[in-house]
T-cell receptor, first 118, second 115 residues
Framework: DVKVTQSSRYLVKRTGEKVFLECVQD?????MFWYRQDPGLGLRLIYF???????EKGDIPEGYSVSREKKERFSLILESASTNQTSMYLC?????????????????FGPGTRLLVL | AQSVAQPEDQVNVAEGNPLTVKCTYS??????LFWYVQYPNRGLQFLLK??????LVKGSYGFEAEFNKSQTSFHLKKPSALVSDSALYFC?????????????FGAGTRLAVHP
């Protein structure tokens, strides 16, 4: 079955630190996504990647960057963490290839990283 | 612009009773609609989706959803709620703006099933 893993479940960082959040998927999916989840706001798309070394801004990219050097790994980088980046971060992946009906168009999510910036 | 709305922040239901979690959408073109569930301190799990075909879609854990084009709704339903169904539920719609295939999520509805 599809497995998406994230490097940390909980993370505490100080303001100004550089923070790396790692996401790995094992299904050879082309597309990968980073979201942040905040109460009452649902999930908001930060960045996404359609293939290796490709990246596109989502709805709230400010303060973030990403890296996709290998197909299975998509990293989210907070260049200088701020308290307003305290949130739950969720990674997802999706295949664009020919898929059986039950997997077509479906994004698969990792367990999330809860980040606290002090 | 594509959007999806979940009008209820929280839904309370007694165990054994039917449950409904509401979702309405606004899209241009044919909608692709999804429901995801999030249990405490976990990521999102896919429940079901509507792409084409039958308006009644069956998914995991006994959930189903009805696509209603005239009312632009995609409500999630279950005939008999379990306490273990208590979780946060998200509706999502496919967004093709900008030439990219993305999802737009609703704000989420917290379902509380009481014994």
């Amino acid at each position: 079955d599809v497995k998406v893993t994230q490097s940390s479940r909980y993370l505490v960082k100080r303001t100004g630190e550089k923070v790396f959040l790692e996401c790995v998927q094992d299904m050879d999916h082309e597309n990968m996504f980073w979201y942040r989840q905040d109460p009452g706001l649902g999930l908001r798309l930060i960045y996404f990647s359609y293939d290796v070394k490709m990246k596109e801004k989502g709805d709230i990219p400010e303060g973030y960057s990403v890296s996709r050097e290998k197909k299975e790994r998509f990293s989210l980088i907070l260049e200088s963490a701020s308290t307003n980046q305290t949130s739950m971060y969720l990674c997802a992946s999706r295949s664009t290839g020919t898929q059986v009906e039950r997997r077509r168009e479906t994004q698969y999510f990792g367990p999330g990283t809860r980040l606290l910036v002090l | 612009a594509q959007s999806v709305a979940q009008p209820e922040d929280q839904v309370n239901v007694a165990e054994g009773n039917p449950l409904t979690v509401k979702c309405t959408y606004s899209v241009s073109g044919n909608p692709y609609l999804f429901w995801y569930v999030q249990y405490p301190n976990r990521g999102l799990q896919f429940l079901l989706k509507y792409i084409t075909g039958d308006n009644l879609v069956k998914g995991s854990y006994g959930f189903e959803a009805e696509f209603n084009k005239s009312q632009t709704s995609f409500h999630l339903k279950k005939p008999s709620a379990l306490v273990s169904d208590s979780a946060l539920y998200f509706c999502a719609v496919r967004d093709l703006s900008g030439g990219y295939n993305k999802l737009i999520f609703g704000a989420g509805t917290r379902l509380a099933v009481h014994p």
